[in-house]
């Protein structure tokens, strides 16, 4: 591909829209954000149809609406609990909970339910010594059996006391949504330096160092050391902040769920020694237990990227996952998006200068479809959140969009002129050619071409004709000045309607044939084959194209003879009208003279006046002078022009007719030439 030098224009503008770009991304806004969440929620959707690398030690225990009718009958299964309580538990329901799964040594459990204060007015728990506990001491006194309780905290709510301390650590469960309604993100850790629950969880079943973390948010990051060197990197932004990894839904089959009931009635049969068929599914596992319902106070639900409503509960495991897994969703830091924003706004600028207009913007679209491929792919296969927004629609559709602009208001306003005038001269290869070199400059250079010289025979005489007759009427009706000069005028513009029929006739032949029409030289036509545009066949092309503008001369002069009884008659009517006669509707013919040879072609003239491309050299002159001999209704080719066609064109140098030699002005030798026999049956 040719490239286009570069111009200060299209250059200071691709540099400022980057600049904006970059600007606004700098600033941060909250609307631009929303649409990269959007993208950013499309690929999560798209993640979860591709397998995914998950914990296999996660459950959920769920408080289900079975579980609210099993404990308010006190029945599951048919079987007994040997207790009943209506929608709100006492708290020995809970350590009851506790109790099942330490008894099938469960690795840790953590409570999504909040336990705000005391109840000492929820009834009595009878121990197996026949002693009796309160309620709230019993599941205290549970927890602190069980050594690996996680009780949830808020930011305006902690356990009480008795709770606190028997349970092994509290864990931050508070949300907080994206402002479009979506949770996508979690803290680390909250502003008591409290970890979040997922992450306690994770970092126990790890051993992780929880107490000595590696804090460096101004790096975005986090670090977590672990025994004999392990460690875990949690990629974060200055607040601490980083996003959730929804690999797991709570369908997963990866995922252990139970409704909490089934638990309690193995609670049950394990006390009363009930063992056989009892299932200690939960050993080793990481609890999450919380409310599975469609809807109670006790019930978290919300939005994430996977579904508009859904349990929030299962951002614990979800955290929980990514740091047992060590994979997170990484964002590129700042300065690299920056970077990426100019990258592909510097690619963008270059494919919509270099390239035409619909070439570019299908090469800008392909750009853009393999970026889009190219994040989703890094998201699904590594959970890198390759920007879209500001590099797509920023960069490369804006800039896109601006050098387009640029270019129709700038550019392609001045070629539309040209074109409308230039189609008018030059074949369409030809026009083409020259529009699109980036400067047209002065001079020229040597070029082996085929000349074209066409003259119309017997204009003269029709025009002398045509001025006697009107010279005629003018003196047999006596007409004043005025009335002359106007009679001579509207003479003068039919005689010049009359040539120039015959001279667009010809002029369509060589266009038709992607010859280079340089002038109209009074009743004559220039042209050349060879240049601007290459052509292999410069020469067969050029004797098809005057072969064409004979026959077309012919057809012309056949139907101007039909017309000639009617022109005559007008005529007759016209004197007796006292208006002067129309030119009469002679049959003019056509001698062409046509030489090929090496040659100067370019544009010729000044840069303050038009500018022609043209050609010239002794070629050019001897086409001239066979043109001078070729008579009326003949084509005349040089030796030279027949020799390229018996190499080009075989069959239409077989028709050839070779002549004496002919002796032209300015050429000292005989020059040997060809008859073009145009009016044989041969089809060329």
């Known amino acids: 591909m040719k490239f286009k030098p570069l111009k200060r224009a299209p250059i200071i503008l691709a540099i400022t829209v980057l600049t904006l770009v970059c600007g606004v991304r700098l600033l941060q806004l909250d609307f631009f954000e929303r649409w990269e969440w959007m993208t950013y929620d499309l690929r999560m959707r798209a993640a979860q149809h591709s397998p995914t690398l998950a914990a296999t030690n996660l459950a959920f225990v769920s408080i289900e609406d079975s579980s609210i009718a099993a404990v308010q009958t006190g029945r599951v299964k048919g079987e007994k609990l040997g207790y009943h309580f209506g929608l709100y538990w006492p708290r020995q329901v809970y350590g009851r909970l506790v109790e099942e799964l330490s008894a099938q040594d469960a690795r840790t459990v953590a409570f999504d339910i909040l336990f705000g204060e005391l109840r000492p007015d929820h009834p009595l728990v009878t121990l197996a010594n026949g002693n009796y506990v309160e309620s709230d001491d019993f599941f205290a006194l549970q927890m602190r059996r069980a050594g690996n309780v996680l009780l949830a905290i808020e930011p305006e709510l902690m356990p009480p006391d008795l709770f606190l301390t028997n349970a092994l650590a509290p864990g931050d469960i508070s949300t907080e949504k994206d402002p479009d309604g979506v949770l996508r993100r979690v803290r680390a850790f909250d502003r008591r330096g409290i970890w979040d629950m997922g992450i306690l969880l994770a970092a126990l079943d790890l051993n992780l160092d929880l107490a000595h973390p590696d804090l460096e948010l101004a790096r975005g990051r986090i670090t977590l050391h672990g025994p004999n060197g392990s460690k875990r990197v949690i990629p974060v932004d200055r607040q601490g902040y980083f996003y959730i990894d929804w690999r797991l839904k709570l369908d997963d089959p990866r995922l252990l769920r139970a409704p909490i009931e089934e638990l309690l009635l193995q609670d049950r049969l394990r006390l009363e020694d009930r063992t056989n068929g009892l299932h200690n599914d939960f050993r080793g596992k990481l609890v999450v237990v919380g409310s599975g319902q469609s809807g109670n106070n006790l019930t978290d639900r919300g939005a994430t990227p996977l579904e508009k409503d859904t349990l929030l509960v299962s951002k614990h495991w979800n955290v929980a996952n990514s740091v047992i897994t060590g994979r997170f969703i990484r964002r590129p830091s700042l300065p690299t998006e920056l970077a990426l924003i100019i990258l592909l706004g510097a690619m963008t600028a270059v494919l919509t200068w270099q390239l035409r207009a619909f070439a570019a913007s299908a090469a800008v679209v392909a750009l853009l479809s393999a970026y889009v491929a190219a994040a989703f792919c890094a998201f699904v296969e590594f959970r890198y959140w390759l920007p879209l927004v500001f590099p797509v629609a920023g960069a490369m559709l804006v800039e896109h969009l601006s050098l387009v602009t640029y270019r129709v208001v700038f550019e392609e306003r001045e070629q539309r002129r040209v074109k409308s005038v230039f189609a008018r001269i030059v074949s369409p290869d030809v026009m083409n050619e020259l529009l699109g070199a980036e400067k047209l400059s002065l001079g020229g250079a040597r070029r082996e071409v085929t000349i074209f010289f066409a003259d119309i025979r017997g204009f003269t005489t029709l025009t002398d004709e045509m001025q006697q007759l009107v010279a ?100 007759r009517e016209r004197l007796a009208a006292g208006l002067p006669p129309c030119p009469p509707l002679r049959a003019l013919q056509l001698g062409t003279g046509i030489n090929t040879g090496l040659a100067t072609v370019g544009l010729m003239g000044s840069d303050a006046h038009i500018l022609n491309y043209t050609v010239f050299g002794r070629e050019v002159n001897l086409a001239s002078r066979l043109e001078s001999v070729s008579g009326s209704g003949r084509i005349i080719i040089s030796d030279t022009t027949y020799n390229h066609l018996l190499r080009e064109d075989p069959a239409l140098a077989s028709i050839c007719v070779e002549l004496f030699p002919v002796t032209v002005k300015g050429i000292r030798d005989a020059v040997r030439v060809y008859e073009v026999p145009w009016q044989t049956p041969f089809s060329p």
Not at 539 to 559: G, P, T, Y
């Open 472 to 571: 005629d009427f003018i003196h047999e009706h006596q007409l004043d000045l005025e009335a002359a000069d106007q009679c001579i005028e509207e003479s003068a513009q039919e005689t010049l309607e009359t040539v120039n029929l015959y001279l667009a006739t010809v002029a369509d032949a060589v266009k038709t044939h992607g010859g280079t029409l340089d002038k109209y030289i009074g009743d004559c036509v220039m042209a050349f084959w060879g240049a601007p545009t290459p052509n292999e066949r410069h020469a067969s092309a050029c004797v098809r194209a005057a072969i064409d503008a004979q026959r077309a001369i012919r057809d012309l002069n056949e139907r101007r003879s039909m017309q000639e009884a009617a022109r005559e008659a007008e005529n």
